[in-house]
């Protein structure tokens, strides 16, 4: 079946980056592009960007102001996101999704980071 | 971008009753060249990851039972729950993928009364 398993919970500390990894299964990675969206603690989704496995492609939310790189690997099925320059405020649930600019389907289980000094 | 707002933001439904969810998009995710509104529905029960349940507003993902359905066109859509079950318990979210930044409305809360 269709899955997508994301590397384990971080700790960071501001100022500090982070690299999580989405690797997929069951279907052709190259066919499908890999969203990425985040959830503080408690609170709603945020679309962070999207990136087009094909042809590299990618679509960033501004709101990143060019913290985030995006990333896939093909040999290895997997997809990275990095956000640089951490502080409080990205302490959230990271979730990455198939999908290129349409709806997120399916999830992975999601990678919890925690941005503490 | 495009906000996104749903109402209410909780409701207590008894079980076999009818939940209705509604989400108000800010501008039209009508694109007039297909006939297609870009939204989504998604369902996320506590502790889990978001599940698709309907995309394209009205079009039921495999495996979702048909107690779900989506309906709306232009800047409104309703997500339906026909007759709820103990494990539809979630937080139900609308999306809209017209453009970017693709947006969620701030999600409702189902539970049972």
């Known amino acids: 079946q269709v899955q997508l398993v994301q590397s384990g919970a971080e700790v960071k500390k501001p100022g500090a980056s982070v690299k999580v990894s989405c690797k997929a299964s069951g279907y052709s990675f190259t066919s499908y592009g890999i969203s990425w969206v985040r959830q503080a603690p408690g609170q709603g989704l945020e679309w962070m960007g999207w990136i087009s496995v094909n042809d590299g492609k990618k679509n960033y939310a501004d709101k990143l102001q060019g913290r985030a790189t995006m990333t896939t690997d093909t040999s290895t099925s997997t997809a990275y996101l990095e956000l640089r320059s951490l502080t409080s405020d990205d302490t959230a649930v990271y979730y990455c999704?198939?999908?290129?600019?349409?709806?997120?389907?399916?999830w992975g289980q999601g990678t919890l980071v925690t941005v503490s000094s | 971008d495009i906000v996104m707002t749903q109402s209410p933001d909780s409701l207590a439904v008894s079980l076999g009753e009818r939940a209705t969810i509604n989400c108000k998009s800010s501008?039209?995710?009508?694109?007039?060249?297909?006939?297609?509104?870009?939204l989504a529905w998604y369902q996320q029960k506590p502790g889990q990851p978001p599940k698709l349940l309907i995309y394209?507003?009205?079009t039921r993902e495999s495996g979702v039972p048909d107690r779900f359905s989506g309906s709306g066109s232009g800047t409104d859509f309703t997500l339906t729950i026909s007759s709820l079950q103990a494990e539809d318990v979630a937080v139900y979210y609308c999306q809209q993928y017209y453009s970017t930044p693709q947006t969620f409305g701030q999600g409702t809360k189902v539970e049972i009364k």
């Open positions: 394209w507003a009205s």
């Open positions: 501008q039209s995710v009508l694109y007039t060249s297909s006939n297609q509104n870009y």
């Open positions: 999704a198939r999908g290129e600019g349409g709806w997120c389907d399916p």
